[in-house]
């Protein structure tokens, strides 16, 4: 399972940045898809997850701020996060709970990492 990300980049405080995901190769299914963020001198934090059905769940830090979707047809997930603040700055990584046939567990694939600075 591949993922990419984009959307990253520099943006002012209180600007906007919508974040895209796409998995790809030999999945049999996905469950879970989120992103969660590394900044500079920090541990790896869970940002947002969204399930296959829909349930969604925020770090406190995110909530009201940040939206994640899915569109489990085509394999993807959004982070559309607005108000952004220096502090959100990080990498953003995208992660998935995914299985690649029906004999095998599930396993977390992750992507590469996309840079997002928010600084005037």
């Known amino acids: 399972v591949h993922l990419v990300e984009s959307g990253g980049g520099l943006v002012q405080p209180g600007g906007s940045l919508r974040l895209s995901c796409a998995a790809s190769?030999?999945?049999?299914?996905?469950?879970?898809m989120g992103w969660s963020r590394q900044a500079p001198g920090k541990q790896r934090e869970l940002v947002a997850e969204?399930?296959?059905?829909?349930?969604?769940n925020y770090a406190g830090s995110v909530k009201g701020r940040f939206t994640i979707s899915r569109d489990n047809a085509k394999n993807t997930v959004h982070l559309q996060m607005n108000s952004l603040k220096p502090e959100d700055t990080a990498i953003y990584y995208c992660?998935?709970?995914?299985?690649?046939?029906?004999?095998?567990?599930?396993?977390?694939?992750w992507g590469q990492g996309t840079q997002v600075t928010v600084s005037s």
């Open positions: 992660n998935t709970v995914a299985s690649t046939s029906p004999i095998t567990g599930v396993r977390t694939y």
């Open positions: 190769g030999s999945i049999f299914s996905i469950s879970t």
């Open positions: 969204v399930t296959s059905g829909g349930t969604t």
